[in-house]
């Protein structure tokens, strides 16, 4: 991973203003509309029995995987779900490096779950939630008037593209670097601006 994808995880993971949110969840909490039963994790976005959780919940690293595989688009989705690609073990090794960004991720993460109208437009989990449905639910946060909502957005986002992208496994989708390079596909050609074009 370079210092700069790190570094701009790291600013966008720190955003999430762990005053603001708690405060955000506790108006929440305290009008009723955070749900208090858990239920169990979707076993497809369920941890491996053999990873060994130390930042994330089994609960918040289903959310991750879920809303990554949302995010990074199709192409990536697939590859989760025929686990190829495993952002939620990406992210946890990620949080090792700056422990201090995981009770913010998993509160984070929690609230994109069971968050309820007025907070989140849903009555049901996240994780229980079809393809487009998610896809609604992510763009409220990203849209909305309120910063702590858009702040959770973008430390999710920021998280999962760097969990994704730079999983090693990621490269055999995007093609990079690629294998044998394309004609034309030079550093001057992508320099060259065509008014024309």
Do not use: N
Request: aromatic residues 6%; charged residues 20%.
């Amino acid at each position: 991973m370079s210092d700069a994808k790190r570094r701009q995880a790291l600013a966008s993971l720190a955003a999430l203003d762990r005053r603001a949110f708690l405060r955000l969840a506790g108006i929440a909490a305290a009008a009723g509309v955070l749900p208090t039963g858990c239920g169990g994790v979707p076993a497809p976005l369920a941890p491996p029995a053999d990873l060994r959780l130390r930042f994330l919940t089994p609960r918040t690293y289903a959310v991750f995987t879920a809303a990554a595989a949302r995010i990074v688009g199709p192409a990536g989705a697939l590859r989760i779900e025929a686990q190829r690609l495993a952002p939620g073990a990406r992210a946890e090794a990620f949080l090792a490096s700056a422990p201090s960004l995981a009770p913010s991720l998993r509160q984070a993460l929690l609230v994109l779950e069971f968050g309820v109208p007025p907070l989140l437009a849903k009555l049901r989990p996240f994780t229980a939630l079809a393809g487009e449905a998610q896809d609604a639910i992510l763009r409220e946060l990203m849209a909305s008037r309120l910063a702590t909502k858009r702040r959770i957005f973008g430390g999710v986002r920021s998280l999962a593209l760097l969990a994704c992208y730079g999983d090693p496994a990621s490269r055999e989708w995007i093609d990079y670097p690629p294998a044998s390079p394309r004609a034309g596909a030079d550093i001057e050609a992508a320099h060259r601006y065509a008014p024309d074009a």
